[in-house]
């Protein structure tokens, strides 16, 4: 009912308030304005415009209709120029913040999708120590997204995807709880732990876990670096607590294997893709997508 050319009729009508003033500036007849907007009158059985003075008035519905009119135009301008922006995708950069766990697992993927569709487009990883560190970088502008777990609510932040990962044990394939299809946090306890610091998202899960389940937390290693912890499970026969996200290449090529554990299941990170208030890039709108469509592939 509303296409594009009806838009912006009722968009000049309502500022000038005439459809004479209207045609002129559009360089239609004023017959062919008057006709669509009476069409439309017609068909939602209400009166738009007060034709009672000399200067055409918005209505009490007018006043509704064309706040959804003008939300409509702001959001096709919008579109319309990303899409020509994208249609000179050659050169540029998008820069993301994450954490270095994240870098070497989920971002490869998505990365090497982006590239070979936009092979002149340059990636920048920062890689942070903390959430907060990443958050930061997005509020200032110093990145285009950024990618970690559980951010907090933010005004100046938009959450762009999220995907649930649920905390279980990571563990080499030769390890004893390899082949077991879910364990008790009972049984960790007695294989040496590379656990996450006080500093980390994952933390807080786990000492709560530990706390409900009367059991002391008790870590041979921590570290605020997930590669380490993967490291150290791989090479070393630790037990280290993550989700699937973080050793989802380890685990395709069969280094590591994720094993559920009974007490975290109602313990779920969120894996979140966060970006800036102000609007996106139109490169950086092209690799959010394919970031999206990584996350929701390894969510499933």
Known sequence: ?????????????????SVRKTAERLNVSASAISRQIAALEEALDTQLFDRSR???????AGEILIGHVRETLKGMNRAEAMMEDLKGLRRGVVTIALMSGLAANLLPRAVGRFQRANPGISVRMMLMTTGDDIRNAVRAGEADMGLGFDFPSDADISILEIAVGRLGIAVAPDHPLARSTSVRLSECVGYPVAGADPTTAIRPHIEQVFSRANLQLSFAVEANSIEMMRHLAMSEGYLTFLTPFDIAFESRMGRLVYVPVREFQSETQQLMLIGGRRNISAIASVFVENIRTVMREMAD
């Open 1 to 17: 009912m509303l296409h594009g050319r009806l838009l912006n009729y009722l968009d000049e009508v309502a500022r000038t308030g």
């Open 54 to 60: 000399r200067r055409l008035t918005l209505t009490a």
